[in-house]
Every structure is written in structure tokens, then in C-alpha cells.
């Protein structure tokens, strides 16, 4: 089973892995309470509170932005303010992703 949160209800829920292994993709479940798109989460994945809405923010910044907590988590950051902190500095343009090949040569 593999963990999955919608943000809107603030649960999680465990849904069996499905094609998770053969197409490296977690599979999409909907809510069953709102019929949001579930998130997938990795197993680090502690859920905060149902009434620590900041907490529940952060998650979401982070988990929207790709770091779902995974296994080997290290540093994530504890608060709202630090995750988005987090999700600027990863998001500079520091180290230059590779360009993908040019295909504007026609
Ligand atoms: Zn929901």
C-alpha cells in the first residue's frame, strides 16, 4: 500500500500500489469523501493534524511542487514559511537544467 492525501478533506488514505512498479507512476485515486485527485505521498510522510491547517499548507506547497517524502527524507521543513523558502531556493535556476534538445531547428 502506498500513502495518499487530499488536501482538501486533510486525510490520508492507503491505496494499493496498482501499476506503481511496472510504469514508475503512482497511480491516480480520487477522494472518497470530495472526489478531489488524491496526492501521492512517500512513506516519510507523517500527516500533521486535521486542525493544523499551516501544517497542511506546507504539505501541500511541498507535495505541489514534487517533494513528496520520500524514503530517505532529510531535511524537510518543519513550517509553512520554511517550505516555501525551500521550494524558491530548489527552484533557482542555480545549477542549469540541461536544455532540452533544441527542437526549434525545424
Ligand atoms: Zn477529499
Redesign the pocket.
Known amino acids: 500500500m502506498i500513502k495518499f492525501v487530499?488536501f482538501?478533506?486533510r486525510?490520508v488514505f492507503n491505496r494499493p500500489e496498482g501499476q506503481y512498479h511496472s510504469s514508475g507512476r503512482a497511480p491516480r485515486y480520487t477522494?472518497a469523501?470530495?472526489g478531489?485527485e488524491l496526492h501521492h505521498v512517500g512513506f516519510a510522510f507523517r500527516p500533521p493534524r486535521r486542525q493544523s491547517t499551516d501544517q497542511w499548507r506546507k504539505v501541500e506547497v511541498l507535495v505541489r511542487h514534487g517533494f513528496n517524502f520520500p524514503n530517505d527524507v532529510g531535511g524537510y521543513p518543519k513550517t509553512l514559511s520554511e517550505a516555501r523558502e525551500f521550494v524558491k531556493e530548489r527552484r533557482k535556476p542555480n545549477h542549469t537544467v540541461q536544455p532540452t534538445r533544441a527542437s526549434a531547428r525545424g
Open positions: 487530499c482538501k478533506c486525510k477522494c469523501e470530495c478531489d
